[in-house]
């Protein structure tokens, strides 16, 4: 069973950074595609980027394009999404998700896609 756990959030200001890492325990990230998704209170979830199985394909939700990273170490079983230029808009509750992938440069930012999902780390942004 794959287990991911999320780390990295805290209380950042505008323009600032911070460096969200989801791990997994369980078995290896090598076969699994690996999202992050936000939820703030009173919202929906929405997916804020995926990077596929072998790191070749990345997406990015419109509004984190230019100021966000992602970026995968499978052999240290780990999936980093690199925020910077925060903004207040950005706080939320931030989750890894995952699904099995064994071919293809894809992934989505499509929450029933995936199948395995962390308990989230909190990032909240001050003005």
């Known amino acids: 069973q794959l287990q991911l756990v999320e780390s990295g959030g805290g209380l950042v200001q505008s323009g600032g950074s911070l460096r969200l890492s989801c791990a997994a325990s369980?078995?290896?990230?090598?076969?699994?595609?690996i999202a992050w998704f936000r939820q703030a209170p009173g919202k929906e979830r929405e997916g804020v980027s995926c990077i596929n199985y072998r790191g070749d394909w990345r997406n990015f939700a419109d509004a984190v394009k230019g100021r966000f990273t992602i970026s995968r170490d499978n052999a240290k079983n780990t999936v980093t999404l690199q925020m910077n230029s925060l903004k207040p808009e950005d706080t939320a509750a931030y989750y890894c998700?995952?699904?099995?992938?064994?071919?293809?440069?894809?992934?989505?930012?499509?929450?029933?896609?995936?199948?395995?999902w962390g308990q989230g780390t909190q990032v909240t942004v001050s003005s």
């Open positions: 998700a995952a699904f099995l992938q064994y071919s293809g440069s894809w992934c989505n930012l499509i929450g029933g896609t995936y199948s395995y």
């Open positions: 369980g078995l290896t990230l090598n076969n699994y595609a």
